[in-house]
C-alpha cells in the first residue's frame, strides 16, 4: 500500500522553438515522456530535458507553475510558454517548496510512513528534524532524542524510503559499512542526471518518530510535522549548494549549526508527552559490510525500473553500484 508517493515536474526545451519551454508533470521518467512529444509527426526535432523536481504531489505543483507563469503562456490549452529556461526553472523550485513544503501539510497528530510509501521533503535553511525513539515495549522508558538534523540552505531535500527488512537500510551516523552511499544518485536510466550531492544517510527503526520543525517567523512561534515509522526507513538528504564550515568541512544533516530556539524546544517537549508508537521494532546493530544485495536505486524511485517490472505510482494512468559519473557518497 502507498499513501505517499513521488513524480516529476519538468522543464523542457526544443530547437525548434526557442524562445519556449514546455513545462508539465509525469510519473514516468521525464525522458520517456520528452521521447513521446518528439515522436509526434507535427515536431520536427526532439525535445530536451532541461530540468526535473522529484517531488510529492506533482499535479499541484504543476497547476501552481502554471498559474505563475499564466501571463507567458502561449495558449490556455497547451503547456508551453514564453519564458528563460533559468526562470522556468526557479519558478519550478519555488512551486515545489511552496505545494510540499512544511507549511503545506495540513496539521495532524502523527502522519505514519510504511508499506511502498516514498517522501520527498523540500527544505528551507534552519529547519531542524528532532529523531524520537522508545526503548522497547513495556520498559517505560519514554521518548528520548536520538539525534539533531538541520537543513545547511533552502532547497535541500530529505528523503524517506519505507524499506522491507532492516538490512536494506543504513545509517551514516551509525557508522554503517555503505552509511555514506547515495541510495538514489541519479534520475534518469543513462545514469547521467546527478540527484544533487548526498549530505545526510540515516534510518529510521519501527516506531521511530522525526519532529520536522521551523521557526522562520521569529524564536517564539514554531511551525511542526510530526511522522511516525510503521517500518524501517531509509532516509537521504541532498543539496544542490553544500555549505562549509569555516574550516573548510562540509556541513552534514546532522551537524547543527544553530541553536533550537525556545519555541522548538517546547515543540519537542510536546511530543515526547505524546502516548507510544502504534509499532515498535530494534535499531539494528552497526554493520561492518554492506548489506547482500545492496537495494539498488530502482528500489527506491520505481521510475528506474525497467517499464515491464515497473510497479504503478498513486494516480498514474496505464498505458549498488556507484554513480558512474562521479562516486556516490557523501560529501
Not at 504531489?57 to 503547456?79: I, K, T, Y
Not at 534520475?187 to 544517510?201: M, T, Y
Not at 517567523?217 to 524501517?232: N, Q, R
Amino acid at each position: 500500500m502507498t499513501a505517499h508517493d513521488t513524480g516529476f515536474v519538468y522543464v523542457m526545451s526544443n530547437p525548434a522553438m526557442p524562445d519556449m519551454v514546455k513545462i508539465g508533470f509525469t510519473t514516468l521518467l521525464p525522458e520517456a515522456r520528452a521521447k513521446k512529444l518528439s515522436d509526434h509527426s507535427g515536431v520536427p526535432l526532439p525535445f530536451e530535458v532541461r530540468f526535473r523536481a522529484l517531488t510529492m504531489r506533482w499535479p499541484a505543483v504543476e497547476r501552481l507553475v502554471h498559474r505563475r507563469l499564466d501571463g507567458q503562456r502561449v495558449s490556455p490549452r497547451r503547456e508551453f510558454f514564453t519564458t528563460s529556461i533559468e526562470s522556468a526553472v526557479e519558478t519550478v523550485r519555488e512551486c515545489v517548496l511552496e505545494v510540499n513544503g512544511i507549511d503545506a501539510w495540513v496539521p495532524e497528530d502523527i502522519r505514519t510512513i510504511g508499506g511502498q510509501d516514498r517522501i520527498v521533503l523540500p527544505l528551507e535553511a534552519g529547519e531542524v528534524f528532532i529523531l524520537l525513539a522508545q526503548p522497547a515495549p513495556l520498559t517505560g522508558g519514554g521518548w528520548q532524542p536520538l539525534d539533531l538534523w538541520q537543513a545547511h540552505s533552502t532547497g535541500d531535500q530529505l528523503e524517506i524510503y519505507a524499506a522491507e527488512r532492516p538490512a536494506d537500510t543504513a545509517g551514516f551516523s551509525d557508522g554503517d559499512a555503505g552509511g555514506d552511499v547515495d541510495p538514489v544518485p541519479y534520475l534518469d536510466a543513462s545514469r547521467l542526471v546527478a540527484n544533487g550531492v548526498l549530505n545526510g544517510k540515516e534510518r529510521l527503526a519501527p516506531g521511530d518518530r522525526l519532529l520536522w520543525l521551523r521557526d522562520a517567523d521569529g524564536p517564539d512561534s514554531c511551525t511542526s510535522v510530526l511522522f511516525e515509522a510503521k517500518a524501517y526507513c531509509q532516509v537521504a538528504c541532498r543539496t544542490w549548494s553544500p555549505q562549509f564550515t569555516p574550516e573548510g568541512f562540509p556541513l552534514v544533516l546532522n551537524a547543527l549549526g544553530r541553536e533550537p530556539s525556545t519555541a522548538m524546544i517546547s515543540a519537542g517537549r510536546s511530543a515526547c508527552d505524546l502516548p507510544g508508537p502504534r509499532t515498535w521494532g530494534p535499531r539494528p546493530k552497526v554493520r561492518e559490510e554492506p548489506a547482500f544485495p545492496v537495494p539498488g536505486p530502482e528500489r527506491w524511485l520505481p521510475q528506474l525500473q525497467p517499464k515491464s517490472s515497473r510497479r504503478p505510482l498513486s494516480g498514474e494512468v496505464p498505458g549498488v553500484e556507484k554513480f558512474g559519473v562521479r562516486d556516490a557518497q557523501m560529501v
